[in-house]
């Protein structure tokens, strides 16, 4: 079904498929049905557990807020679905530096929509920013999401063992991050695969 709104949305980050637009308070119900989908929380590092509907939405007001967190939806280009978010958090202008994370809901899975959002991302935060660090952060569990932050270039840098308690058993977290001389290395302009940001090749 065709989504006319979201389409009409503001396009911050723009690729082939999707583009990252700032996240409003419209789009609390699919981030409540996220959060209560058991699946999706594991890979987003969360605890399973029910969540009182207006006071999680009182919680996501807030982090929209927040001065050191920038969120975003991200929409699939064809039919405005809304189909994940990404935001960066722990921001601080001073070190040059923050973190990041990407969640799609199931039915985008596999297909690489993650993968060219975090392309923008990346883009952003390094070239637009002038950021020199992007830190996230798995348990070892989550086997996809440490594929897939190996996959984008980021660097294994530490093991925190039986850190968390995911799934009935402790696992270890695990810390990634990426470098600006990483990413340039990576990411030369010409590999870019058409991303734009704020309109502009990126």
């Known amino acids: 079904m065709k989504n006319d709104a979201n389409l009409q949305r503001v396009r911050f980050l723009e690729s082939n498929r999707v ?7 419209a789009d609390f119900d699919d981030h409540y049905r996220w959060d209560h989908d058991r699946e999706i929380v ?3 590092d969360m605890y399973y557990r029910p969540r009182e509907y207006d006071k999680a939405r009182e919680q996501f007001e ?3 807020k927040a001065d050191d967190t920038m969120c975003f939806s991200i929409i699939l280009k064809e039919n405005g679905a809304h189909i994940g978010l990404a935001e960066l958090y722990d921001i601080s202008d001073y070190e ?6 990407i969640i ?3 039915a985008y899975w596999r297909q690489g929509y993650g993968t060219e959002a975090a392309g923008l991302v990346l883009a952003y935060v390094f070239k637009e920013l002038g950021f020199r660090r992007l ?4 348990h070892s569990g989550n086997v996809a999401s440490m594929k897939f932050q ?3 270039g980021f660097v294994r840098e530490g093991v925190l063992r039986q850190e968390y308690f995911y799934g009935g058993a402790y696992v270890d977290g695990i810390d990634y991050a990426m470098l600006v001389e990483e990413y340039n290395e990576r990411y ?3 590999h870019d695969n058409g991303n734009k940001i704020g309109g502009r090749s990126a």
């Open 19 to 25: 583009f990252l637009t700032p996240r409003t308070m």
């Open 42 to 44: 594991y890979l987003d």
């Open 62 to 64: 807030k982090r929209l």
């Open 96 to 101: 040059r530096r923050c973190l990041w994370g």
């Open 104 to 106: 799609l809901t199931k």
């Open 135 to 138: 830190k996230s952060y798995t």
């Open 150 to 152: 190996e996959k984008l």
């Open 188 to 190: 030369h302009e010409s």
